[in-house]
């Protein structure tokens, strides 16, 4: 007796394929499957989260469709959601990435809060460098919630230089964002002095790079990702120029690998650097404060 083949939907509402999505994802072994499916059908019609409960029968097309299923073919492989709907949300705001830069983490988000402390101590125009900014979340964040900030951008990749553009633009603050192609290893940009530093440099071990999640490993950009050394270098090249980069009363904002505050406080410090290390809500080191 031949066994029955599972009903298909004639037509595939909005409740139909999140329902499905959900169990899909999940016997694949991929994370947070609910709402992956529900960002994707999201993308693919252009609507609100809120809309998928409000408009739960609405039918899909067949280019819809079409759409969303080469979506879900991509995040099995274990491409980023991020890459596949081309945005993701960083401190309240949607920002546009794509394989050229990091996906934004939230370990990033207490550095912001940070920086925006400090800036808001203060009631005069700030200059600011970014270095390594990738898809621009740090700066156009800080300049979208303190006008009286402008910065200078600076990355060794032109798309991704082109992705903190677009994201510039999209929040507003196009204006104090000025891009700088090239490599921290190598130069300073114009303008130093600055009142602020911030870095989220690629502080990854290479030995440490087989180690990590495949989305991470295979698809994000290995050189935002490690230094090919030992993780420290771009910390070792701030050391080294931090009389010449940072204000007298400035502050540098750096990010940190989990373990690595006490290799990264001694290189400062041997520069005559204060250093204050700030812990993310895990109680994760994560972040240095530097002053001269």
């Given at each position: ?18 329902n499905?999505?959900k ?25 609100r ?6 408009d ?33 949300d ?59 900030t ?33 490599s ?9 002095p ?27 950009p290995?050189?935002a990702?490690?230094?090919?050394a ?7 090249r ?12 400035g ?22 650097a ?19």
């Amino acid at each position: 007796m031949q066994a029955r083949r599972p009903e298909v939907p004639a037509v595939w509402t909005v409740r139909d394929l999140v329902n499905w999505g959900k169990e899909f994802f999940t016997s694949k072994g991929i994370d947070e499957a609910r709402l992956t499916i529900e960002l994707m059908v999201c993308s693919v019609l252009s609507i609100r989260r809120i809309e998928l409960y409000t408009d739960h029968d609405r039918p899909l097309t067949k280019e819809e469709l079409a759409r969303l299923r080469a979506m879900v073919q991509r995040r099995v492989k274990h491409e980023p959601l991020q890459y596949i709907i081309g945005t993701a949300d960083f401190y309240g705001r949607s920002f546009e990435v794509n394989p050229s830069v990091l996906i934004p983490r939230p370990e990033t988000e207490i550095l912001v809060d940070l920086v925006l402390r400090h800036a808001r101590s203060s009631a005069r125009p700030m200059y600011c460098l970014d270095i390594g900014t990738g898809s621009g979340i740090i700066p156009v964040t800080v300049a979208a919630e303190i006008p009286e900030t402008t910065w200078t951008c600076m990355d060794i990749s032109e798309p991704a230089l082109s992705c903190a553009h677009s994201n510039a633009l999209r929040h507003g603050v196009g204006d104090r964002l000025m891009f700088v192609d090239g490599s921290f290893l190598e130069l300073l940009p114009a303008g130093a002095p600055w009142d602020i530093i911030t870095m989220n440099p690629p502080y990854i071990a290479e030995s440490d790079i087989a180690e990590l999640q495949p989305e991470v490993r295979d698809y994000e950009p290995e050189q935002a990702l490690t230094d090919h050394a030992d993780g420290l270098t771009f910390y070792r090249r701030f050391a080294d120029v931090l009389g010449d980069a940072l204000a007298p009363d400035g502050r540098g904002f750096l990010e940190i690998g989990h373990g690595q505050a006490r290799d990264v406080v001694s290189i400062l410090e041997s520069a005559g650097a204060r250093c204050e290390v700030r812990a993310d809500l895990a109680g994760i080191e994560r972040t240095v404060i530097v002053s001269r």
